[in-house]
């Protein structure tokens, strides 16, 4: 089976830094792209940024400039390094892999994170 583990959320005051990270770990070929949503206590999940297998990125017109999104490919991680945080990004974050092949079928699946809680007071 496929597990992904996010870390380092937390709280940090207004215009602080947080790095996020998400290890994919199990019987793994091959991860295609790999994104971070975020759920607000209330709100919808939403997409918050996007990377393709070959390094090309994205990211929620709410965070642009400010989150940028990265990847290790040989270690199966995914990064989100989150700058001038505002107490609106307070949210639980998740990784999502929506298509990892796993190794035995080379068939592909889709994986979440547990969440990582990040609270930015004022």
């Known amino acids: 089976q496929v597990q992904l583990v996010e870390s380092g959320g937390g709280l940090v005051q207004a215009g602080g830094s947080l790095r996020l990270s998400c290890a994919a770990s199990g019987s793994i070929y091959s991860i295609n792209g790999m994104n971070w949503y975020r759920q607000a206590l209330g709100k919808k999940r939403e997409l918050v940024a996007w990377?393709?297998?070959?390094?090309?990125?994205n990211a929620a017109d709410s965070v642009k400039g400010r989150f940028t999104i990265s990847r290790d490919n040989a270690k199966n991680t995914v990064y989100l390094q989150m700058n001038s945080l505002k107490p609106e990004d307070t949210a639980v974050y998740y990784c999502?892999?929506?298509?990892?092949?796993?190794?035995?079928?080379?068939?592909?699946?889709?994986?979440w994170g547990q969440g990582t809680q990040v609270t930015v007071s004022s």
């Open positions: 999502n892999a929506p298509e990892v092949l796993i190794t035995s079928t080379r068939i592909g699946y889709n994986y």
């Open positions: 990377i393709t297998s070959s390094g090309s990125t």
